[in-house]
């Protein structure tokens, strides 16, 4: 059965767009009409998972996803009334992802995708080499194990003869495009991501190349969003036949143009098994302040922001853990209790503001009394917090925000959630009901370049929900509780054992 935001494929107003998202967990594709509406019936998933190891390794098979690719694609455009009405392929995938090539295009590794933490040794290395505050001014990131150069000193010291062998360093889309169509076609967003590339200039950054002793012919021109390849001609699917095939895309740009949000007035709230704060910007974060990233994503704009490790993983291990009932609406809207425990939710480590990635969860006041409802309203309002604290980093460099819009699966699964989350910020978030509002915002981005003059259909939302003042006093106590806890208990990861500030 079809749904709200779903079209018929007679219904659909042409040029049709084909859009890929590689997640974490599954590779998605569908076909999208030129209003944004997903086509109906001509979209297919393909579950997979990372292969995780105590030592900090966290990798998928890039021949993996280029067939996962390859059965979305026989799956969407085998219907023969499709025609060739498909005049474009558009994909994102997971950011911050590596892989080393051959001169053929061949794998010599397994992609490391943004999780993987074997490179933290080079991390510390590379800190004490670089000054990384005048490095995150020109590339908007942090020395961290997800991005680039701590992960190719890590590889050039533990597996030497891989990193002589190697004619690129591919992201998994360029991997995935080469395969489909020979060209490892690289957006501007998936470069930034590496963590090489000067948001200013659009250039990869020279120090950090020599640091980790790669040149700059390993990597691939960032290519703008708008620059799509033309046709190719591929036997096994006839309906791509006059379609283009646009560069490589991160999902966390994707998520924010699917979102709506698609200037500095709509910060963006994503809460899936992660979570992140963003806005997109006209030009460069200046000055950047030092627990966030900002990513050149074309010619013109950025995008600022902070990640968050533990949003649906933190919400799932509390529903299996604690072993609640399904039915939360009343604890989420319920009024806020000086007796729930203060959590710090870091199961996984922290990013943004503070890029402790050895920090873990802390519960805080809990006594005999304490209930297991009390203890998931804990965690949620350390969830929250923690958004709240990455939002207090992007108030002074993002002065236009108006509305919060929060898309994704812990938003969609729980929306009452929300209500904590506004009530924290002390700003209306609003409901963006869409599913699949990455994938969506592929297709947009293609269509911009393909159907400029088409009206797109409008975003579906639910509910806004507006911060109650009458708990504003007590979310501002427990805030400040949060940071002191927070400063006690979480290792620094600042320079000179500074900890980074933790808002208020």
Known sequence: MARNDDVALDAAVDPLVLALDIGSTATRGGVHDATGRRVHGLQHKVPHAFTVAPDGTSVIDPDQVSAEV??????????????????????DTFAASLIAVDRTGRALTPCLTYADSRSADAVTTLRQQLDEHAVQQRTGTRLHTSYHAPRLRWLAATQPKVV????????????????????????????AWSGLLDRRTGQLDTELLTAVGAGPELFSPPRDPSDPAPAVALPRWPALARAVWFPVITDGLASNIGSGATDPTVLTAATATSGALRVLLDGPADPLPFGLWNYRVDSGRSLLGGAINDVGRAISWAQETL?????????????????????LPYLTGERAPGWAGGARAVF?????????????????????????????ELRPAAPQVVQVAAAGRVSNDQPEWLQVLADVLGRPVTHVTRRRATQRGTALLALDVLAPDVERARRTTGATYEPRSAYADHYAQRRARFAELYDATVPSSGPAGKKPATGG
């Not at 072993?323 to 959590?343: F, G, H, I, K, N």
Request: aromatic content about 8%.
């Open 70 to 91: 390859e059965q979305v694609l026989d799956a969407v455009t085998s219907a023969a009334r499709l025609g060739t009405r498909i005049a474009g392929v558009a994909m």
């Open 164 to 191: 002589a062998a190697a004619a690129s360093w591919w992201s998994l889309g360029e991997y995935v495009w080469f395969r489909l169509i020979g060209q490892p076609l690289a957006g501007t967003s998936t470069v």
């Open 323 to 343: 072993r609640l009932s399904p039915e939360l609406a009343d604890l989420l809207t319920a009024a806020p209790s000086d007796a729930t425990p203060l959590v």
């Open 364 to 392: 805080g006041g809990v006594s005999a009394a304490t209930g297991a409802d009390a203890m998931f309203r804990g965690i949620i309002e350390g969830v929250a917090m923690t958004y709240a604290r990455v939002a207090d």
